[in-house]
DNA sequence: CGGCTTTGACCTGCGC
DNA sequence: GCGCAGGTCAAAGCCG
């Protein structure tokens, strides 16, 4: 997953700053489900962000911006395109050097950027395709081999019987990760989700949970995971993008009415990311900054 | 009873 | 070729 993580991470500051988008968003507070390994010594951020604040991550950003957003609209607000590139972006309280840290570590690249107490970075990457080319030639494989021994094998035959055909490539999902400050893994945002697999993740004591969106003909993934370096931070990547609205019974219809807006205003969506993070930087004004939108 | 989570098995890619 | 890691599937169980 290292690899994965080292094409979401890169190193901002050597790309003339032209993506360097700055966002901080406030941690999420929620029920906890961590083990005896996760103790209030890693909960630093929450000094600042009360967290009775925010009771779900769409509240969190409900909270930063005055509307509900969805990873897509976050995306945008960074200036970037969902369907063409990914983001990486840290979200935290205090303890930012851990953050940078990691970066650091995951990139292999060294920067000597200050880092100010309230900002963050995200990292966008083009790589984008790598995983889903070769998660579709699974597939492929499974149905050739399904059918080399004649699909005997019950649970080889389960998997066949999901391959798609050979040579049909899927296309890489854009892929949409952040980084989140909150004590429960599975950030509320709106959409229905559902676990499909955890698997545990190498040099680190926090498994990886995988999630798909629930909606019908919604391909969205999405993967949780904790830092291992800073195990107050979740770690959540999206990949795909949602073709269907908020469900409305969720979130309220305020999250719907966003999304729906955001749909049907895909010309404007420089300008309204712009609007938004105005709005959020604003917002936050009072207890510290959210978003931060440097000058390009 | 339907939806969701858990979890072991399976598959592929990749590095050695 | 082998072993490891990541990703996915689906049966079983849980829960409202």
Redesign the pocket.
Known sequence: ??D?LKDLYYDPFQDDGQNQKLVNIPPISGSSSMGAGYNNNNLQGFDQYPPSSYTSFTDCLQGAAGSAMDYNSIAMAFGLSPSSSEVFSSIEGNNNQKQFDLGDHLSGASHENPVTPNSSVSYSSTEAGL?ED??K??KD??Q??GSDDGGS?N??N??N??AKKKGEKKQKEPRFAFMTKSEVDHLEDGY???????????NSPYP???YRC?TQKCTV?K?VERSFQDPSTVITTYEGQHNHPIPATLRGNAAAMFHSSMLTTPTSVSSFSQEMLFQMNSQQQGHGSVFHVPQT
């Open positions: 997953m290292s994965e995983e070769s998660e030639s699974n494989s499974n050739q081999k094998d649970s080889k389960k998997v019987k999901l229905r989700w559902r676990k499909y697999g955890q698997k545990a993740v190498k990886r949970s995988y629930t993934k993967r």
